[in-house]
């Protein structure tokens, strides 16, 4: 349904509020809007109903969860998610998806209604001041007093949100303005203006990289593309660098070619950690270099690495902000890794072996054992689920114990095919399967889920059955919080507490919803349980119960692995 940006028809005509703003979206090539309806932005979902055509729009039960489906819309198509909620309450609980949308680098624009003019700063009901409100969680927050003004600060707020770090943005509709009349033009379409690399810079990285013994390239961020993906794949391979891909970022390289030694951040392999310690050069392209991929700021010594650093980024605001830098290079993916294809490269080292052992080591990490643990062993079903399904599917997670054994096990074959919060924010899966579904629906789409984290976002059951989104949830459900109990037994052990769950009948519940749904009592019988999920045509959940002893068990066996102290008695939690 994607339709192009309207550059033609811009006589100016007389409008409300309301239709300038829709006739906006219609301009900057909009052609989905995430919402829950609320009266104080009437008139825009009544000017939506006459550019049905052009613009869907999907209701969902939460703003949360609705807000989360637009975050994911925007890092699936590299272009603003749109979201659209109602004054005070709305946007309070829609603020998830701004600071997912802030931590991921994803481009966002969220419409909030507002009270009518002459009641703002009087404490009217439902009334917020969102300059202040969402200031930490925005690249921009704007208030439109003037319909006169509506094209000019809509057509900023895309630009703010694809450009330089691409980030989220807050549009305050006042509900009084929206109905005012005036004579206006529609804007012409937002682009994109990327920073490139210089001549200087790609010299200095080329001497580099070429006199490295042990090079490594660490791939993150957002602003990627398919064609930047590949770009960096011919970059990797024409300067024989071995990649290793930063938190929940694992889908910028295929991670069954011969270059890719593994993720850094949740199911991460001892080996990987060892490839950029042992480095000589590190190439960061788009990473900001956060905790989680550093494991706390301690995977690279601070604030001086022993290894020389190139940072490559396209927020200038993030080099040296946290790590002494060799080579800075403010430019967005895109740019750098266009511009990084064309080199050429004379490596005066053999990195043959360095390569294949990073490689080797991964594919050996992300095996599972032979033997299998309960009656259901989550390790198994997602390699398992990981060697069937077709490249393109997308695989989609929120936060939990459970989110590990996904990263570790299944193998992301393509961009786009991973989505997860870096903000490490629960209830967000579901949503971004939803979202992912409408963006490719001729994918197959995977959200796994703790049975804590889809009880977060459970009622978008009901949206994806009213709009026929057929994704698949499989629900591990342990009866816990089981990442806070694994912290709880690291740090006071034996001592668990508010962790235990008492869940629904998933699958009684999915049914009631209007989804395929049901149990899987064995490992062995999974399989057939997603193919029968698959040929429903409907959205569907599968769940099974996993011991949480167990899970607790594999989780600290993982961190000792990797040289964390762990303190915890196992028996007993």
Same mark, same amino acid.
């Given at each position: ?53 052009? &613009?869907?729009? &999907? ?15 925007? /890092? ?12 005070? !309450? ?48 925005? /690249? ?58 210089? +001549? ?17 390239? &660490? ?9 930047? %993906? ?97 080579? !800075? ?9 266009? +511009? ?27 095996? !599972? ?50 989505? +997860? ?15 992912? /579904? ?68 998933? %699958? ?10 049901? /149990? %899987? ?43 964390? !102290? ?8």
């Amino acid at each position: 349904m994607l339709h192009k940006p309207q550059t033609k028809d811009r006589a100016p005509r007389s409008r409300t509020g309301g239709q300038i703003i829709v006739d906006c979206l219609v301009a900057h090539g909009v052609d989905t809007v995430f919402c829950v309806p609320g009266e104080s932005f009437l008139a825009v979902l009544d000017a939506l109903r006459d550019v049905q055509d052009k &613009i869907r729009v &999907i209701v969902g039960r939460h703003e949360a969860s609705v807000a989360n489906m637009a975050e994911a819309y925007g /890092k699936l198509t590299g272009r603003p998610g749109i979201c659209v909620f109602t004054r005070g !309450p709305g946007s309070s609980q829609a603020a998830i998806g701004l600071y997912t949308a802030t931590q991921d680098c994803t481009p966002l624009i969220m419409f909030v209604g507002q009270v009518n003019r002459d009641k703002i700063g009087r404490e009217a009901s439902q009334e917020a001041d969102y300059k202040r409100y969402f200031a930490e969680t925005s /690249k921009w927050v704007t208030e439109i007093v003037d319909p006169a003004h509506a094209s000019e600060q809509i057509s900023r707020a895309f630009h703010v949100a694809v450009n330089g770090r691409p980030g989220p943005v807050v549009v305050s509709i006042p509900e009084d303005m929206q109905n005012e009349v005036c004579t206006v033009s529609p804007p012409a379409p937002y682009k994109l203006a990327g920073a490139a690399p210089s +001549a200087e810079a790609l010299d200095d990285l080329k001497a580099m990289l070429d006199g490295a013994e042990r090079p490594l390239l &660490i791939l993150g961020g957002g602003g990627w593309s398919d064609e930047s %993906v590949a770009d960096i794949r011919r970059f990797a391979e024409t300067f024989k660098l071995p990649v290793v891909t930063g938190f929940r970022r694992q889908d910028l390289v295929d991670n069954e070619h011969p270059n890719y030694a593994g993720n850094l951040g949740l199911g991460t392999s001892p080996a990987a950690l060892r490839m950029v310690r042992d480095a000589d050069v590190l190439l960061v392209v788009g990473e900001r270099l956060g905790d989680m991929t550093t494991q706390g700021y301690t995977l690279i010594e601070f604030p001086r690495p022993r290894q020389s650093l190139i940072h490559v980024h396209a927020g200038p605001e993030e080099l040296g902000l946290l790590y002494e830098t060799d080579l !800075p290079i403010n430019a967005t993916a895109r740019e750098f890794a266009k +511009a990084a294809a064309s080199l050429s490269s004379e490596p005066v080292n053999d990195r043959s072996d360095w390569i294949a052992k990073g490689h080797d080591d991964y594919m050996a990490f992300s095996t !599972p054992p032979a033997e299998r643990e309960g009656d259901v062993d989550s390790r198994h079903v997602i390699a398992d689920l990981s060697a069937r399904l077709p490249k393109d599917a997308t695989i989609t997670n929120g936060a939990g114990l459970y989110t590990a054994n996904v990263h570790r096990y299944h193998r992301y074959r393509t961009y786009t095919s991973q989505l +997860a919060p870096m903000s490490g924010a629960m209830g967000y899966g579901f949503p971004a399967a939803i979202a992912a /579904k409408i963006v490719h629906p001729e994918r197959t789409v995977v959200c796994y889920a703790g049975d804590g984290c889809f009880q977060m976002a459970i009622p978008e059951l009901a949206t994806a059955v009213q709009y026929n989104i057929a994704v698949i949830v499989v629900v591990i459900d342990n009866a816990s919080l089981g990442s806070i109990r694994l912290h709880q037994e690291l740090h006071f052990p034996g001592r668990v507490v508010s962790t235990d769950l008492v869940n629904p009948d998933f %699958v009684a519940l999915a049914k009631a919803y209007g989804a395929y749904a049901e /149990k %899987v009592e064995r490992t062995e019988d999974f399989e057939a349980a997603f193919a029968r999920a698959e040929a429903s045509g409907r959205p569907a959940l599968l769940t099974f119960r996993q011991d949480v002893v167990q899970d607790v068990s594999q989780a600290l066996g993982s961190l000792a692995s990797r040289g964390k !102290p762990v303190t915890a008695d196992v028996d007993a939690v």
